[in-house]
């Protein structure tokens, strides 16, 4: 005899383990989403449906989303934050701002612009502070000049100045600009190579 069908249809599901950034954020094939932020840098575990992301901790659920397309983009539950953004293991983001400008006034202009585009600055922490760390694998220079072409054609990631450093376009010279011509930085210009 046939046993009557569930009340709830089946629904498949994949497991990843991630870790959550300091910003209280996992990486979910390219989309960001928030767990309360006292889970910043533990190991998690997270169940995949087509409609849904869901977060445990020891097999306790600590958040649930509504799954979103890898756009690179954030979804942030506001009960996640921190009151007030507190420092995140020294991290603020007075630090980024001060650790970038000592890298040079363009990786200074990049991390502004990618924590100002944000509409809450610390969504950007990921991208500015692996900015800041390729310091450790390519030096100073390297990251200066990169930061300088990523702004030069209107790349504003982290994914974007380490591509330019893997294919060496940090080391030739960005095509000239006119004289007495300024760079102008702002989200809204994208720049005469967005065309082209």
């Known amino acids: 005899m046939l046993k009557p069908l569930p009340v709830e249809p089946y629904v498949f599901a994949e497991w990843r383990i991630r870790r959550v950034g300091i910003d209280y954020h996992v990486d979910v094939e390219r989309h960001y989403y928030s767990v309360p932020y006292r889970f910043a840098k533990d190991a998690v575990e997270v169940r995949l449906t087509a409609r849904t992301v869901e977060v445990f901790a020891k097999g306790e659920r600590i958040a649930a989303h509504l799954r979103s397309s890898g756009n690179g983009k954030h979804t942030t539950v506001q009960d996640h934050m921190p009151s007030s953004h507190r420092r995140y293991v020294g991290w603020t983001i007075e630090r980024i ?51 300088t072409r990523a702004l030069d054609i209107g790349a504003r990631t982290y994914g974007s100045v380490k591509s330019i450093l893997d294919n060496n376009l940090d080391r030739h010279a960005a095509s000239p600009r006119g004289p007495g011509s ?9 720049g005469r190579h967005y065309y082209h």
Do not use: M, W
Request: hydrophobic share 45%; with cysteine.
């Open 97 to 147: 701002r001060r650790d970038a400008a000592l890298i040079g006034p363009s990786t200074a202009a990049l991390c502004d612009l990618i924590l100002d585009e944000r509409s809450h600055p610390e969504q950007g922490f990921r991208a500015c502070l692996g900015i800041v760390r390729l310091v450790k694998a390519y030096g100073a220079p390297r990251v200066e000049a990169a930061t």
């Open 182 to 190: 300024v760079a102008i930085h702002h989200r809204n210009i994208r």
